[in-house]
């Protein structure tokens, strides 16, 4: 099992830039890919990003693509979500996720491990 406990949240205003961290802890070897999800009020949890470990690939949500990016530092088991340009729609309690399977990274059935989220909100 992989720990994930994810920071950095917070309320900035439309135009403005956030950086969400998520630490993991635990079997870290056994990850193949890492996600960011989020949810709004009333709303399914949705996918925003993903990369693969083995390959290095990132994927992105429509939605997200060309303002967020995911990255991550290896060495300490970090990943990361810079987001960019933040509007009102991005408002959302943002996951760290982590996926033993490496496929089908833009769903959140292919994850096994969670973390608690981390409360994003964007004022207009």
């Known amino acids: 099992q992989v720990q994930l406990v994810e920071s950095g949240g917070g309320m900035v205003q439309a135009g403005g830039s956030l950086r969400l961290s998520c630490a993991a802890s635990g079997r870290t070897f056994s990850m193949a890919g890492m996600g960011w999800f989020r949810q709004a009020p009333g709303k399914e949890r949705e996918f925003v990003a993903a990369?693969?470990?083995?390959?290095?690939?990132?994927y992105y949500a429509d939605s997200v693509k060309g303002r967020f990016t995911i990255s991550r530092d290896g060495a300490k088991n970090m990943v990361y979500l810079q987001m960019n340009s933040l509007n009102p729609e991005d408002t959302a309690v943002y996951y760290c996720?982590?996926?033993?399977?490496?496929?089908?990274?833009?769903?959140?059935?292919?994850?096994?491990?969670w973390g608690q989220g981390t409360q994003v909100t964007v004022s207009s």
């Open positions: 996720a982590a996926s033993r399977l490496g496929y089908g990274l833009t769903k959140t059935g292919y994850y096994e491990d």
């Open positions: 990369f693969d470990r083995r390959d290095g690939n990132a």
